[in-house]
């Protein structure tokens, strides 16, 4: 796991404060990542407009000119005619290699575009200039380099509607939040850290948000030879009017290393693989996915009470699972954004829109988990784990994985691991990696993924 942090510069200051590295070093390190990155994906001699602000952001990209000037042709445009001291100071270093200052640059005459307006200090409105600006160099062909965050991202995470559009985002220092919002991941590209000087041991300081990485997925491992089938856990998934939602859940709870699975329905379902049960009663469950195309069915909670379980879709619109979470440990909840607006408004924490959560998943996401023991799964493109005020990021999920059924698989994949003895944090960290990780082999195409090669996928992790 990687540290995220929501603001970088106390961590910079403590750089200068504990360490004594002074604002210039910092920019020096943070510039030469950038070059680096230019070197290796730009001929020289190129052409390169550099538009900058007025701020250390600013800062960063003229120094990076002044390192690339007559190996690049390096064009400096301002946007900004109030440079701070560290920005002045770097613009005239940068004139004196020969970098030149334009004033109304022709943008089709550069094959490369570094955008240091602002960084992630931004706390206004972009002007009318600025988003102008922006827009024609997302019109314009060239590889986009932004520096530390796309102008246009805050670090609150609110998006302006011109943001700019980056190939590469060279980040200073640590990682922040605000590049894993599902809004920036089409704005970041390959997000690069940038070692500001010293060692990210000594740079960073504890953090309670996280980036996961596919190191940190612990799979079942069967290391014993007498064992059964009981050994390995019975998951039990509730049927509901759309019964293919369980049917889906159940494969995907077996193909994770539940040792049984049991589909749990009034009516009997045709055409079950032989290895998935079928019963009317959770007399004997001890682990339940629950709300899986529930539809209109009615459920009575007590049935799920003291049972391990992972609480899916239109249970999110119940108004009784309030008070069953409170009176309740041992759960997930894996609703989408919709879904996740509606349990908000029934726990009494606001009236969200969609568009709220999206522009609030981690301050939501947070505020959900210290307010009840369940562990949430806030499902999006970069899905969010949160517990205990604590988060974790996966940003490994794709546009590919954007199809009914596939939250279904998700759930019977958690409450796969939960059968098999995965505390409910585990089992949500590692099943959210699964259920991303699961298709990235998948090479046909971005759009033909079906919840069956979600489940083919899981056994060639």
């Not at 559009?165 to 990682?175: Q, S, V």
Request: glycine share 8%.
């Amino acid at each position: 796991m990687i540290n995220l942090y929501y603001d970088t510069k106390m961590l910079d200051e403590r750089a200068i404060s504990e360490f004594g590295l002074s604002e210039e070093i910092l920019q020096e390190n943070a510039a030469s990542k950038i070059e680096e990155v230019i070197r290796q994906n730009l001929q020289q001699k190129s052409k390169i407009l550099f538009v900058c602000g007025s701020g250390n952001n600013a800062a960063d990209a003229i120094c990076t000119a002044r390192k690339l000037s007559n190996d690049y042709e390096c064009d400096i445009f301002l946007t900004s005619n109030k440079l701070n001291l560290l920005a002045s100071m770097q613009l005239d270093r940068a004139k004196k290699a020969h970098a030149n200052s334009v004033e109304n640059p022709e943008f089709s005459a550069y094959e490369c575009f570094v955008d240091g307006i602002f960084g992630s200090g931004l706390n206004r409105d972009m002007s009318d200039k600025v988003c102008k600006i922006i827009n024609e160099l997302n019109k314009t062909k060239g590889l986009k380099i932004a520096v530390d965050i796309p102008s246009g991202i805050t670090k609150s995470g609110k998006i302006a509607q011109n943001a700019f559009i980056a190939d590469f985002t060279i980040t200073m220092g640590a990682l922040k939040l605000a590049l894993f919002l599902d809004s920036s991941k089409d704005l970041v590209g390959k997000i690069v850290l940038a070692n500001l000087g010293i060692s990210k041991a000594n740079f960073e300081t504890k953090s309670n948000s996280f980036l996961l990485e596919k190191t940190d997925l612990n799979l079942p491992f069967r290391n014993l030879q007498d064992t059964n089938k009981g050994n390995f856990g019975h998951l039990y998934v509730i049927s509901g009017d759309l019964k293919g939602a369980a049917i889906i859940a159940a494969n995907a709870g077996f193909s994770i290393g539940a040792g049984l699975v049991s589909i749990v329905s009034d009516e009997k379902i045709p055409n079950l693989d032989p290895f998935i049960m079928q019963t009317n009663s959770l007399h004997k469950a001890k682990v339940v996915v629950a709300g899986c195309g529930l539809g209109e069915k009615t459920l009575n909670l007590e049935l799920l009470k003291d049972k391990i379980c992972v609480i899916d879709a239109d249970l999110c619109y119940k108004k009784e699972i309030v008070p069953f979470l409170e009176k309740n440990e041992n759960l997930v909840l894996t609703p989408h954004p919709k879904e996740f607006a509606s349990l908000l408004n029934l726990a009494g924490l606001g009236d969200f829109s969609i568009k709220d959560v999206q522009a609030n998943r981690f301050d939501l996401a947070r505020k959900w988990s210290e307010k009840f023991n369940s562990v949430l799964v806030l499902k999006g493109a970069n899905t969010i784990v949160s517990y205990k005020g604590k988060i974790f990021v996966s940003n490994f999920g794709s546009s590919i994985l954007a199809k009914a059924g596939s939250g279904d698989a998700l759930a019977g994949i958690i409450g796969g691991l939960l059968a098999q003895n995965y505390s409910p944090l585990e089992a949500a960290i590692n099943g959210v990696l699964a259920h991303s990780l699961s298709v990235l082999n998948f090479k046909k195409n971005s759009y033909a993924l079906t919840p069956n090669d979600i489940i083919e996928g899981i056994k060639c992790l």
